[in-house]
């Protein structure tokens, strides 16, 4: 049964622009941010289901409004009347004229009573039956009334709690003040909780309070801006200006604006006034970075440095408050940054007069994990690796007696008081306590960058003793969570597994000659010389593959992104192998092979699929050359030099030459199928030539499953 759908009839509509302001209390600026990216797609879809036609739209937003400025809104809904054809009216209705099921499931379908169904002749001279709707079209006023109450009800605050004022049931992130909405000219009556709309809005706070009338949307950004508030584009861009002038005025002077940091500055003012203050020049004696972070992150004020990349004493404030009173506002916020950086100073000189040893010693009082103990548990497990990678690098006393030191500290900073503070520099300031209490510099430097990288892209640390802890650290996390049956989940990952995993493997491209698996070995090791059970019923080899898949699932994602094909990652993966410069190797090698010689590789898989299929790992390797005809020793002739290539090519690391030493069994193999009965009747041949097969799969196994590259696998 065949609905054809008539055209649509419409009415055209005047257009005209819609204005919805939302003024409130000041907004944090995580939460503005996010309802700002909200509103386009609530009000577009409030719309589309209205059936008011559009067109495109802006948010403007501050601290104290959210608003959404909607051009060209018809005035009215279209008119619609539509005819969809039924089933034929022979089928559609009984002898007696009543409606059988399929008329009654058309009109359903249709929204519509069966008795509401025309019958009429289409053009093919057939009688159907018609479902004829006809809806009326609806001003636009009172659907954008109700519409954007809705509008303030759907927006959603995650993480924040939303809050309710007055005795209204409706809530909103913070109270709301007040509520403009016009259609063009046209006020438009909003209702929410307590609030009434009116074609007015209100200036900044300090600069011009009061209320302003706004006559259309189209004059309200003019409006906005004589009441000295600006758009957020607008409020960055001024920032910046002023910004620029300041470092412009100080030869090679810049100012530090985190990406983050600026964003919330954006939207913690409405009429920005960028102005400068100092602090005295004892706090330079301070580390940086914690000076930096007291300023940023309590006072959301920018650092600068000179044209030698230095901190300097000034910093940069970008104020809301009036700008004729700039002497006031900086000298109130220098106190402010005062007191900060006391309190910086103070911890700084304070956890330099206790020796990082005692630090370590503390940390069994720092729980890592409930099932894995404290701190000081930890550290001794890195020791371990650390001394394990020490050992496969072939380091010497010396190296391998910094390496242990530097794993020794490294988190010894996590119970100094800088650090409870500012819990961002954690290692940062193990690396200044270090290097001040006279540990060699290479160790402080390995305590500073152990835990880089952070993210995707950062970078490892710089020397070897730091690449080594680091990697510890970050392995240490993964075997022992995996270990006592902690693993991440698809929803949760607190202890950021994954991005350890991918820091592990950052690390170990920069070693290659580590050893993944026996460095994976050597945690679970550290975990049973601590007495730490395995979760229940779980053994250590099952542990141990967890944790190499794991690996191996990253391993694989970081080649497809570097533009492996999906099904060269399957091969390589299928051996095992979890060093990520020989994984990354093999794949490469494999990929350049096939796609130079690309149907030799795709007849080579379809027959080691064939002798998979066939091959029984029971019977063994062992064959009988007696029992072999041409065909066959030819094969194992064969086999046996290509195995001896294959094993020379991977001790060398060349593996393009094994994966090209493997090609060579292809013609020997295809003969093989094409002469030989492998079922043959006689048991005792059979399995013989069960046995070649078996040994034929086995050359494959440590260079890569060729199997996953058969076409006929895909289909």
């Known amino acids: 049964m065949k609905a054809i759908t008539a055209p649509i009839e419409t009415q055209p509509t005047a257009a005209q622009d819609f204005l919805l302001e939302i003024g409130t209390e000041e907004m944090p600026s995580a939460p503005l941010i996010n309802a700002a990216k909200q509103l386009p797609k609530l009000a577009k879809q409030a719309l589309d289901t209205a059936g008011l036609a559009h067109g495109a739209m802006r948010v403007i937003s501050s601290p104290r409004r959210l608003a959404i400025i909607v051009d060209a809104v018809a005035s009215k809904t279209d008119e619609i009347h539509s005819s969809k054809r039924g089933p034929a009216a022979s089928i559609a209705f009984d002898d007696n004229g009543a409606p059988t099921r399929a008329a009654e499931g058309f009109a359903r379908k249709c929204g519509l009573d069966a008795s509401r169904l025309v019958r009429k002749t289409d053009s093919d001279g057939r009688e159907y039956v018609f479902a004829e709707v006809f809806v009326a079209s609806r001003d636009a006023l009172p659907i954008l009334s109700a519409l954007s109450h809705d509008l303030i009800a759907s927006i959603e605050w995650p993480n924040y709690r939303s809050q309710r004022w007055g005795s209204a049931t409706e809530t909103f992130v913070r109270p709301i003040r007040w509520i403009c909405a016009l259609f063009g000219t046209t006020p438009v009556e909003v209702r929410y909780a307590d609030v009434i709309s009116a074609p007015t809005t209100r200036g900044h706070r300090v600069l011009s309070n009061g209320v302003y009338e706004v006559s259309s949307p189209v004059v309200y950004e003019s409006v906005l801006k004589q009441a000295h508030v600006l758009s957020a584009e607008a409020r960055r861009e001024a920032i910046r200006a002023q910004i620029a002038e300041i470092e412009q005025t100080r030869p090679g002077a810049r100012v530090d604006t985190p990406a983050k940091i600026f964003d919330e500055v954006v939207n913690l003012c409405e009429w920005p006034t960028v102005m400068v203050g100092t602090f005295d020049e004892e706090f330079l004696a301070v580390p940086h970075e ?426």
């Open 290 to 715: 914690i000076i930096c972070e007291s300023m940023l992150s309590n006072q959301r004020y920018f650092p600068t440095y000179d044209k030698d990349g230095k901190l300097t004493r000034e910093f940069v404030i970008v104020s809301n408050g009036d700008p004729a009173c700039e002497k006031t506002i900086v000298n109130g916020n220098e106190r402010v940054v005062r007191a900060r950086l006391e309190d910086a100073k103070f911890f700084y000189e304070s956890d330099m007069k206790v020796p990082l040893d005692e630090f370590v010693q503390r940390l069994d009082r720092v729980v890592f994990q409930k099932k894995l103990g404290t701190m000081l548990q930890k550290v001794t497990r890195i020791e371990a690796l650390v001394g394990a990678a020490a050992t496969q690098l072939e380091l010497d006393g010396a190296q391998t007696k910094l390496a242990l030191r530097a794993a020794h500290l490294a988190k010894a900073d996590l119970v100094s008081q800088a650090v409870v503070e500012f819990t961002s520099q954690q290692g940062v300031m193990g690396g200044y306590y270090a290097g001040a209490q006279g540990e060699d510099s290479e160790v402080s430097a390995a305590i500073a960058q152990h835990y880089r990288p952070r993210f995707a892209g950062d970078a490892i640390p710089a020397n070897l003793y730091g690449q080594l802890v680091a990697l510890a650290d970050k392995l240490d996390t993964i075997v022992s969570l995996f270990a006592v049956g902690e693993p991440p989940t698809g929803s949760s990952d607190p202890f950021a597994q994954r991005r350890a995993a991918l820091g592990c493997i950052a690390i170990l491209r920069e070693l290659p000659k580590l050893d993944a698996a026996a460095l994976i070995d050597a945690g679970l090791d550290a975990l049973a010389q601590q007495g730490i059970a395995f979760e229940l019923g779980r053994a250590r080899d099952e542990v141990r593959t967890e944790i190499a898949q794991f690996i191996a699932g990253r391993l694989a994602t970081i080649a497809k992104d570097e533009g492996a094909a999906p099904d060269t990652v399957e091969a390589v993966s299928a051996t095992g192998v979890i060093n990520p410069s020989e994984f990354l190797a093999r794949t490469q090698a494999l990929d350049e092979a096939r796609n130079y010689q690309p149907e030799l590789f795709f007849d080579l898989a379809a027959a080691y699929t064939r002798a998979d299929h066939l091959a029984d790992a029971n019977l063994g390797l062992d064959v009988d050359t007696s029992l072999l005809t041409e065909p066959e020793q030819a094969l194992l002739d064969r086999m046996l030099a290509v195995d001896t290539q294959v094993h020379e090519s991977l001790v060398a690391y060349d593996y393009a030459a094994s994966i090209h030493a493997l090609a060579q069994l292809k013609e020997p193999i295809d003969r093989f199928f094409d002469e030989i009965m492998v079922m043959d009747p006689d048991d005792k041949i059979r399995t013989n030539r069960l046995r070649l097969l078996n040994r034929f799969c086995s050359i494959f196994s440590d260079v890569a499953h060729i199997g996953a590259l058969d076409r006929k696998n895909k289909r």
